[in-house]
């Protein structure tokens, strides 16, 4: 272990942050800074970097930057914050690859721990013997454990679409995409955590050990601590995937062979949905990806004008023996009531379809089409509302689906564990409807202001409407709100932020708790 070098205007800035009177009794508190034993460093020159996320609307300027080399420097600042008690005014929030949408990983006037730093300085553990696992640290990204498990012929059970983000940035929220239908999101898929408190204390919890704080961490949004290891499922990795979209004109129909297929016993390893309205040459897009059941036919569809519906799915194969698949795959698809000219199919590597998103990623990126605001709006909508929803908002709130996907899925409550502190409808099928729009600096402040009004328009339906969705990586701005998200589980959320985090100093970008500051 040895000294931080901490640069003299970081321990002004930490000095100011706590005594904005020079009679503040914790100013020799906070030069302790300068001698603090960490492995890592602190910084404030990238502090700008540090209010910048992936929604890339908000921006609040941390004091500085942790870059921790271990955990026990992550527990040694918030127990010196924790410490320091509440007349200081300082927050710590966790980085991971800053995929937050309304500043959520930021902390204005506080520290924001980079956890990236973390997966680096930690090592991952692949366990292949009977239930494998992997132990990998919480700012590892998921791509890198895929990779890291692939080694080992095994890979997790449940992902996200976007495979370069932190493991302890999606289990602080849930973790879907088209397995969760099977498997449950991916904090349904945890053994073990390692987690720091807001208290400073690092401890280890399971199902059978601080199963209060495992659950509560779990899709806990950050509130009761920060993720530094996770003990994740794997399962036998398969080497390629057939994959399949569909087109529907009919919702009634597309959601209906949905819904059977993630209750069929026999069915596809990956679904998911999309929206697509008044798009122009859909199935001459898909050509640089898929081939074409029917070419001639396919070339003959019009989808300008229309609001259809695409249902993608995937399955599981040994190139070896692709017979199997082939025979499962047609046996599937004659069961289902998609426009026939609009079948199209494509074998790629496992990996290469995990990480597909990251293909696009590149693209948008040297387009600098990457860097702008995401304006995402994330639903989770009962079932018996899915219809009277999709009637007010597809064509009538939304005209064209010009501005970025629009997912719409269903998943099956029974693949959740209502321990965990992740928020979801009371059916047994609800649906996640995602608008991930963008705005591209080129379109104006119009194009933002327009997804916005958007969004508010369908938040307003969805009240006046009784929907009764809850929202999937939540935004609200006043705590009246939050209750009204967490509902009947409130008072049990709010006593879990007083055991484990009860200064309020974790994850203040969510704006649930305040720090209560006491005035001097």
Avoid at 158 to 177: E, M, P
Wanted: net charge neutral; hydrophobic share 40%.
């Amino acid at each position: 272990m040895k000294a931080s070098p901490i640069p003299q205007l970081l321990v002004v800035l930490l000095l100011a942050s706590i005594n904005s009177r020079k009679s503040d009794p914790d100013a020799s508190n906070t030069a302790s800074f300068r001698s603090l034993a960490i492995d890592g460093q602190f910084t404030s020159h990238d502090v700008s970097k540090a209010a910048v996320d992936f929604g890339n609307r908000y921006h609040f300027l941390p004091l500085a930057v942790l870059h921790p080399g271990s955990d026990t420097d992550i527990a040694a600042t918030v127990r010196h914050v924790f410490q320091l008690g509440p007349s200081s005014r300082l927050t710590i929030a966790a980085r991971g690859h800053a995929h937050s949408l309304q500043g959520q990983a930021q902390a204005a006037g506080g520290i924001v721990v980079r956890m990236e730093s973390l997966g680096k300085a930690k090592t991952m553990r692949v366990h292949a013997g009977e239930g494998p696992y992997v132990d990998a640290p919480g700012g590892e990204l998921w791509i890198d454990v895929l990779k890291e498990a692939l080694r080992q012929g095994l890979a997790p059970k449940s992902w996200t679409d976007y495979l370069h983000l932190t493991i302890g940035g999606t289990l602080s929220n849930a973790g879907i995409s088209g397995q969760a239908f099977r498997h449950g999101p991916q904090i349904s898929n945890v053994h073990q955590l390692e987690v720091i408190t807001g208290k400073g204390e690092v401890l280890n919890c399971s199902s059978t050990k601080n199963a209060e704080l495992f659950y509560g961490v779990l899709g806990g949004l950050g509130q009761f601590g920060i993720i530094t290891r996770a003990r994740i499922a794997l399962e036998p990795a398969p080497k390629m995937v057939r994959w399949i979209r569909v087109l529907y004109s009919d919702f009634a129909s597309f959601t209906e062979d949905q819904e059977k297929l993630i209750s069929a016993e026999r069915t596809f390893d990956y679904i998911e949905g999309f929206v697509i309205i008044n798009r122009t040459g859909i199935l001459n897009n898909w050509r640089s990806s898929f081939n074409p059941q029917d070419p001639v036919q396919a070339s003959h569809f019009k989808s300008e004008g229309k609001t259809l519906f695409c249902l993608e799915m995937t399955k599981n194969f040994d190139p070896e023996y692709p017979e199997k698949m082939m025979q499962e795959v047609e046996e599937l698809l004659s069961q289902l009531r998609y426009i026939p000219s609009t079948l199209f199919q494509s074998e790629v590597s496992f990996l290469e379809f995990l990480d597909r998103v990251h293909v696009s990623e590149v693209m948008l990126r040297s387009k600098g089409l990457w860097e702008i605001p995401h304006p995402w709006l994330n639903l989770l909508v009962p079932r018996t509302k899915i219809h009277a929803f999709a009637e007010e908002v597809f064509g009538k709130i939304l005209t064209d689906s010009s501005n970025g996907p629009i997912l719409l899925y269903p998943l099956n409550k029974s693949k959740w564990d209502n321990r965990t502190s992740a928020v979801f409808p009371n059916e047994e099928v609800f649906y996640l409807v995602a608008f991930l729009s963008s705005s591209p600096r080129s379109s104006g402040q119009d194009s933002l202001a327009k997804a916005l009004k958007q969004q508010e328009r369908i938040l307003e339906f969805c009240k006046k409407a009784n929907i009764q969705m809850k929202q999937y990586l939540p935004y609200y701005t006043t705590q009246e709100e939050w209750k009204i998200h967490f509902g009947p589980r409130w008072e049990e959320f709010k006593q879990k932020k007083q055991a484990f985090d009860p200064l309020a100093i974790l994850a203040p970008g969510h704006r649930i708790f305040q720090k209560a500051v006491a005035s001097l």
